[in-house]
């Protein structure tokens, strides 16, 4: 999987490459990183990459001329290594990124993705080069280098050997549409506060139980859109287990 990532600011991408999980999967090859910058395909002296906006306002626009030659050479690149040349486009506009999305991406050789700054991209850029539009939620951040951190760092961790234990992303939130349990470590008491005792049993049945129910009253409480979102998904295939559960959850609240 390798990923073509066009920023003003490459040096941003040091958090992925440098750092944790996605350093070490780096390192053992599982993916690339590729850093394209638009100021490096500009035609003036100053490496101009942005003007004022049409009808005016506040701020300005990236330039389609220095982002469209540089996708167009991130592509060529992709082509040479028979990848292929979907351009994704990190912006508060987009489509919410989900856990579903991530992983048809991990499944894939990756993609360009595209960071915009300041006001945004040249509108003719997006209907000529982008294929489609991805957001972290409904709020905006600076550019979209942050976003596309997150996007690789979610599908880096999802290839096969790319975590110690690859239980790990098995048992994360989101994987089965719920979230996931609460956690626990040493000491077992923490200012007054004792780990439950059922996680200091060695029971491993009870355990399992008690981390599905977890899960599941951490979503209805934390997340009840989602949880109706898995409960409609799952009217005709809960177990007896879950619906089991679920009727201890019911009558817990009710007490």
Same mark, same amino acid.
């Given at each position: 999987?390798? !990923?073509?990532?066009?920023?003003?600011?490459?040096?941003?991408?040091?958090?992925?490459?440098?750092?944790?999980?996605?350093?070490?999967?780096?390192?053992?090859?599982?993916?690339?990183?590729?850093?394209?910058?638009?100021?490096?395909?500009?035609?003036?002296?100053?490496?101009?990459?942005?003007?004022?906006?049409?009808?005016?306002?506040?701020?300005?626009?990236?330039?389609?001329?220095?982002?469209?030659?540089?996708?167009?050479?991130?592509?060529?690149?992709?082509?040479?290594?028979?990848?292929?040349?979907?351009?994704?486009?990190?912006?508060?506009?987009?489509?919410?990124?989900?856990?579903?999305?991530?992983?048809?991406?991990?499944?894939?050789?990756?993609?360009?993705?595209?960071?915009?700054?300041?006001?945004?991209?040249?509108?003719?850029?997006?209907?000529?080069?982008?294929?489609?539009?991805?957001?972290?939620?409904?709020?905006?951040?600076?550019?979209?280098?942050?976003?596309?951190?997150?996007?690789?760092?979610?599908?880096?961790?999802?290839?096969?050997?790319?975590?110690?234990?690859?239980?790990?992303?098995?048992?994360?939130? !989101?994987?089965?549409?719920?979230?996931?349990?609460?956690?626990?470590?040493?000491?077992?008491?923490?200012?007054?506060?004792?780990?439950?005792?059922?996680?200091?049993?060695?029971?491993?049945?009870?355990?399992?139980?008690?981390?599905?129910?977890?899960?599941?009253?951490?979503?209805?409480?934390?997340?009840?859109?989602?949880?109706?979102?898995?409960?409609?998904?799952?009217?005709?295939?809960?177990?007896?287990?879950?619906?089991?559960?679920?009727?201890?959850?019911?009558?817990?609240?009710?007490?």
């Amino acid at each position: 999987m390798r !990923f073509d990532v066009v920023t003003l600011f490459p040096e941003m991408f040091a958090a992925v490459t440098d750092c944790g999980i996605t350093r070490r999967a780096l390192e053992r090859g599982l993916w690339q990183l590729e850093s394209w910058n638009p100021r490096d395909r500009t035609e003036n002296v100053h490496r101009t990459v942005d003007d004022r906006p049409f009808g005016g306002g506040p701020g300005m626009v990236m330039q389609a001329g220095p982002l469209e030659r540089t996708v167009d050479a991130a592509k060529a690149a992709r082509e040479e290594k028979g990848l292929d040349g979907r351009v994704i486009y990190l912006s508060p506009q987009g489509q919410p990124l989900t856990h579903a999305r991530v992983m048809e991406l991990a499944a894939g050789s990756g993609a360009i993705l595209l960071c915009g700054r300041y006001e945004g991209v040249d509108e003719r850029l997006i209907e000529r080069c982008v294929d489609e539009e991805l957001s972290l939620g409904d709020f905006v951040l600076s550019g979209g280098e942050v976003a596309a951190l997150a996007l690789i760092d979610a599908c880096v961790r999802q290839l096969p050997g790319a975590l110690n234990d690859a239980g790990s992303a098995v048992e994360d939130s !989101f994987v089965d549409g719920l979230l996931d349990c609460p956690h626990y470590t040493r000491p077992e008491v923490y200012e007054g506060m004792p780990v439950p005792e059922v996680l200091l049993s060695g029971h491993h049945e009870n355990i399992r139980r008690w981390r599905l129910k977890q899960s599941l009253l951490r979503t209805r409480e934390r997340r009840p859109e989602l949880f109706a979102k898995w409960l409609a998904q799952h009217a005709h295939s809960l177990s007896r287990e879950e619906t089991q559960l679920l009727r201890e959850i019911e009558a817990d609240s009710n007490e």
